[in-house]
């Protein structure tokens, strides 16, 4: 596995703005957003941020995987996120590409990808808008052309009927909500790098059983 994930992680969570106490809006660990799902268990919650995960890894190939936010808020967090996700349960496919406003031409290759990738999107490709605000013109306008080439659109944002119209699936995060925008996205990069659990042997029994003599049926 290359090392370009981890460099990734590491030169975002440096360029990103600080973040505030884990209570509110800041960094999770693992144990964090597992208890963060235990008190959405009930709420919807964890299902709808499980199925966003599952189609960013659609993403075909490494670097189709396209984030991108708003001018004064890009999803830094979110991408080093995903990046350690990729490097972490191997599937390069998760490796994000951060799309940037008004990337400094002295910036590394990876941290200097304009808004004309999205020009260049198609089929097998992934645009991933984390707005929490609402998206400007002239980013709806670069979503509605990336999904009339092919590109699968997805977002994560705070209510906006123009930008969830444009994605092929969204969740709207609402600002009185039981989870905060930083939250949710903690529960999709987790849900997106997840492998599915394989069942114990117990379980595999019953299947082997089920499939040789049909299924059980009880009065």
Same mark, same amino acid.
């Given at each position: 596995?290359?090392?370009?994930? *981890?460099?990734?992680? &590491?030169?975002?969570?440096?360029?990103?703005?600080?973040?505030p106490a884990v209570g509110h809006h800041g960094r999770m660990d693992t144990g964090s957003v597992n208890l963060l799902r235990e008190l959405?268990?009930? &709420? #919807?919650? +964890? !299902?709808?941020?499980?199925?966003l995960g599952l189609?960013?890894? *659609?993403?075909?190939?490494?670097?189709?995987?396209?984030?991108?936010? &708003?001018?004064?808020d890009e999803p830094w967090?979110? &991408?080093?996120?995903?990046?350690?996700?990729?490097?972490?349960?191997?599937?390069?496919q998760l490796a994000p590409t951060l799309v940037r406003w008004a990337p400094p031409p002295q910036a590394p290759p990876h941290l200097r990808v304009g808004l004309e990738r999205?020009? #260049?999107?198609?089929?097998? !490709?992934?645009?991933? +808008? +984390? *707005? !929490?605000?609402?998206?400007? +013109?002239?980013l709806l306008e670069r979503v509605d052309d990336a999904r009339r080439t092919g590109a699968t659109v997805?977002?994560?944002? #705070?209510?906006?009927?123009?930008? !969830?119209?444009?994605?092929?699936?969204?969740?709207?995060v609402p600002r009185l909500g039981p989870v905060t925008f930083d939250g949710a996205q903690h529960l999709v990069s987790m849900a997106a790098g997840e492998l599915p659990a394989r069942p114990g042997l117990r379980a595999r029994l019953a299947q082997l059983l089920e499939r040789v003599s049909g299924p059980q049926v009880t009065d």
């Amino acid at each position: 596995m290359s090392n370009g994930y *981890a460099t990734l992680a &590491t030169a975002a969570a440096k360029a990103a703005p600080a973040s505030p106490a884990v209570g509110h809006h800041g960094r999770m660990d693992t144990g964090s957003v597992n208890l963060l799902r235990e008190l959405l268990a009930e &709420t #919807g919650w +964890v !299902e709808r941020t499980r199925d966003l995960g599952l189609a960013l890894r *659609a993403t075909r190939s490494p670097g189709g995987l396209l984030l991108v936010g &708003t001018p004064d808020d890009e999803p830094w967090h979110l &991408t080093a996120h995903l990046a350690d996700e990729a490097r972490m349960s191997d599937l390069p496919q998760l490796a994000p590409t951060l799309v940037r406003w008004a990337p400094p031409p002295q910036a590394p290759p990876h941290l200097r990808v304009g808004l004309e990738r999205i020009e #260049g999107t198609g089929r097998g !490709e992934t645009l991933f +808008v +984390v *707005a !929490e605000r609402e998206a400007p +013109v002239p980013l709806l306008e670069r979503v509605d052309d990336a999904r009339r080439t092919g590109a699968t659109v997805l977002a994560l944002e #705070g209510g906006d009927p123009a930008l !969830e119209g444009l994605a092929h699936d969204a969740i709207a995060v609402p600002r009185l909500g039981p989870v905060t925008f930083d939250g949710a996205q903690h529960l999709v990069s987790m849900a997106a790098g997840e492998l599915p659990a394989r069942p114990g042997l117990r379980a595999r029994l019953a299947q082997l059983l089920e499939r040789v003599s049909g299924p059980q049926v009880t009065d």
